[in-house]
């Protein structure tokens, strides 16, 4: 390996670093509708953590409340399909900074990070420099990492988690101590802490175990580290049934997890087409060109280059695992193969093998090959930031944060605000409690005289976007009173 070699790598790692920094940071002190990413689900982990500064870590347990009913302010409500870890992770910077979309944006970048070193690291098992640097610069630009990657959704960390553990797994293969083996079994608890596909790390590790020379060793070794995900089964169980209140059963536990995801068909057509839309989108054509050439030259090279098949198999486990089990939100999330990118990277980045090492025994012309998939990769690059900041400017809207700086300057905590559209983009915004939706007649009566005096001192309002201002809920409720303009919301103050 030369000196230049070694160079690049490093400025490879440098560009990846700073590439991952101008996506999770990319439109800094814009508003992104409670979401910070137009559609994507960090709503619900800046409540969250929002919540846990106005209530405190007592009131909340550590769990994510979504709301406090002013009728019911010692029992909040609890959204428990995901463990608690990435509110918690970002809450000491929240402390500090506030809770503003900003910070956590900015926490949720520092997050991320872990992953691109990660991989760089791991990847130089299968790759020498400069094409580890080349890995860990992929992933970080691939358009579905620039969109989705260094968000502060919940499962923010547990792509860095997965990779951090497998890193953990290959240092005890190479150099076994008491200390590292620690640290293996930390970094698996850690993984099945973070969230559900954080438990893939299992069958990630025993894949990867078949891509070590010393086979036998490495499975024996993934065997023994595998039984601990049930401490992190243990704790997520035993969190749950706290900040719940109550004791929850085996059974109950996993189906109120994953109810949404049974007895939902899907059309076999249509979830192959989406998932290549997917695919397409989220990697870039020149990012599948260097993923099948990758994969042709490791499958005809030498043994070792065929172990690197199989370890970018091993990493790209968890989001095959992830799109296959739970079918229906792979559907309508465009990010849930997202954990199976690293090993995308691993085997798009293998082309550029022997681009600046005159030793290799290459000939020139395989060398200038070689040179040539780097500069793709380097193309590859600039394309995926900026198809991932085209998409961002694509999903924008202030809608939202409009609505909740509107309702914010009218109403308090313990007054309530409902809506027959899905309005949780807003509750960052807004100390009012905040219900939808609201969508019948009779649901807005029924909510009228649940929140009526004496129990309920505070004040009642209903808001629906202009343009359902003629609709049948709209003339029920003129009925009562008529409405005054929010913006671009009609505000209906009932008490």
């Known amino acids: 390996m030369s000196a230049l070699a070694r160079r690049l790598d490093i400025a490879l790692v440098v560009l990846a670093l700073a590439a991952a920094i101008a996506a999770g940071l990319h439109d800094l002190h814009d508003p992104w509708d409670g979401s910070l990413r137009g559609r994507i689900v960090s709503t619900d982990t800046h409540r969250f953590v929002h919540n846990h500064l106005e209530l405190g870590l007592g009131a909340t347990r550590g ?127 850690f993984a099945g802490l973070t969230d559900w596909p954080g438990f893939f790390v299992a069958p990630l590790l025993l894949v990867l175990a078949a891509a070590w020379p010393e086979r036998r060793r490495a499975l024996l070794l993934a065997l023994r580290v595998a039984p601990l995900l049930l401490v992190s089964l243990a704790l997520v169980h035993v969190h749950t049934a706290w900040f719940m209140r109550q004791p929850i059963g085996l059974w109950d536990f996993w189906h109120g997890m994953f109810r949404d995801t049974q007895g939902v068909v899907i059309d076999p057509l249509e979830f192959v087409r989406v998932h290549l839309e997917y695919a397409y989108e989220g990697l870039g054509a020149l990012g599948l060109l260097l993923l099948a050439a990758g994969a042709v030259m ?79 990769v ?58 939808s939706p609201v969508e019948t007649p009779q649901a807005v009566d029924a909510l009228a005289a649940r929140y009526a005096p004496p129990a309920f001192a505070g004040r009642l309002a209903f808001v629906l976007p202009e343009r359902d201002g003629d609709s049948a809920l709209a003339r029920h409720l003129r009925e009562t009173v008529e409405p005054e303009p929010c913006g671009r919301w009609l505000l209906f103050a009932l008490r």
Do not use: K
């Open 63 to 189: 769990g994510g409340v979504i709301l406090v009913d002013p009728l019911r302010p010692e029992r909040p409500y609890f959204y428990g399909n995901h463990p608690a870890t990435a509110p918690l992770l970002l809450l000491p910077l929240a402390i500090v900074f506030g809770d503003d979309e900003d910070t956590l944006r900015a926490g949720a970048t520092l997050l991320w990070l872990p992953a691109v070193l990660a991989l760089w690291r791991l990847a130089r098992r299968w790759l020498a420099p400069p094409v580890s640097g080349a890995a860990a610069l992929l992933l970080a630009t691939f358009p579905v990492n620039v969109e989705w990657g260094p968000s502060p959704h919940l499962e923010l960390v547990v792509l860095p988690a997965l990779l951090l553990a497998a890193l953990a797994f290959v240092r005890q293969l190479e150099r076994p101590s008491l200390g590292r083996a620690v640290a293996l079994g930390a970094a698996v608890v």
């Open 378 to 435: 380097l193309v590859a690059a600039g394309l995926g930031l900026r198809a991932g900041f085209e998409t961002m400017t694509s999903w924008r809207s202030t809608e939202f944060h409009d609505l909740g700086v509107a309702l914010d300057a009218r109403f308090a905590r313990g007054d309530v605000v409902a809506s027959p559209i899905y309005i949780a983009p807003a509750d960052i915004y807004v100390r009012a409690t905040l219900l």
């Open 298 to 376: 490791s499958w005809r090279g030498a043994p070792a280059e065929r172990r690197r098949l199989v370890a970018a198999g091993a990493l790209m486990l968890p989001g095959l695992l992830n799109v296959l089990l739970f079918r229906h939100h792979a559907l309508i999330h465009p990010f849930w193969g997202l954990f199976g990118t690293p090993g995308v990277a691993l085997l798009a980045a293998a082309p550029c093998a022997g681009a600046l090492d005159a030793t290799a025994g290459a000939s020139r012309g395989a060398r200038l090959r070689a040179g040539a998939a780097l500069a793709l």
